[in-house]
């Protein structure tokens, strides 16, 4: 997966059981949220960063969607823990992981954003470390330095 390319399309269930679709969310851009695991220290962290933000992440046309490995139960479990707003996908074969290249060597999900584009092409992809996240201010800060042209 790299910048410029198409995303592919998937079908997975949100926390509640609710099918999402990709290609029939690009009303706006699409912030995929690829993280290793629900309830832990430094996903809680990230996870409520971006709720907390979603407001911010909506002026700039965005949704946050996470994604893991993790069943829809552990899933709903998280979200009502932390009040957690953001859709979290269950991506319990790894396949969406897999064609999105978020899995490590271990086969665990790697912590790794990608912003798809409302013309369903990757406009940035911004891996990090697995005890690290990236916050919310400093994806808005490289998004906005994206070229707007690239954005549309």
Same mark, same amino acid.
């Given at each position: 997966?790299?910048?410029?390319?198409?995303?592919?399309?998937? %079908?997975?269930?949100?926390?509640?059981?609710?099918?999402?679709?990709?290609?029939?969310?690009?009303?706006?851009? =699409?912030?995929?949220?690829?993280? *290793?695991?629900?309830?832990?220290?430094?996903?809680?962290?990230?996870?409520?960063?971006?709720?907390?933000?979603?407001?911010?992440?909506?002026?700039?046309? /965005?949704?946050? %969607?996470? +994604?893991?490995? &993790?069943?829809?139960?552990?899933? &709903?479990?998280?979200?009502?823990?932390?009040? +957690?707003? =953001? *859709?979290?996908?269950?991506?319990?074969?790894?396949?969406?992981?897999?064609?999105?290249?978020?899995?490590?060597?271990?086969?665990?999900?790697?912590? =790794?954003? =990608?912003? +798809?584009?409302?013309?369903? +092409?990757?406009?940035? %992809?911004?891996?990090?470390? *697995?005890?690290?996240?990236i916050n919310t201010g400093e994806i808005l800060s490289r998004i906005?330095? /994206?070229?707007?042209?690239?954005?549309?």
């Open positions: 997966m790299k910048v410029g390319e198409t995303a592919p399309n998937f %079908i997975l269930k949100d926390e509640k059981g609710n099918e999402f679709e990709l290609y029939k969310n690009l009303d706006r851009k =699409i912030l995929l949220v690829f993280y *290793p695991k629900d309830d832990t220290p430094v996903c809680s962290s990230q996870l409520s960063d971006y709720d907390y933000n979603l407001d911010e992440f909506s002026k700039h046309g /965005i949704k946050v %969607i996470g +994604i893991n490995a &993790d069943t829809i139960q552990s899933h &709903d479990d998280f979200c009502n823990k932390l009040k +957690i707003k =953001i *859709p979290l996908l269950a991506d319990e074969k790894k396949y969406v992981s897999k064609q999105y290249n978020a899995l490590n060597l271990f086969g665990l999900n790697k912590r =790794i954003l =990608i912003l +798809i584009g409302t013309n369903k +092409i990757v406009l940035w %992809i911004a891996p990090s470390l *697995p005890v690290r996240f906005s330095s /994206i070229n707007s042209e690239e954005m549309t």
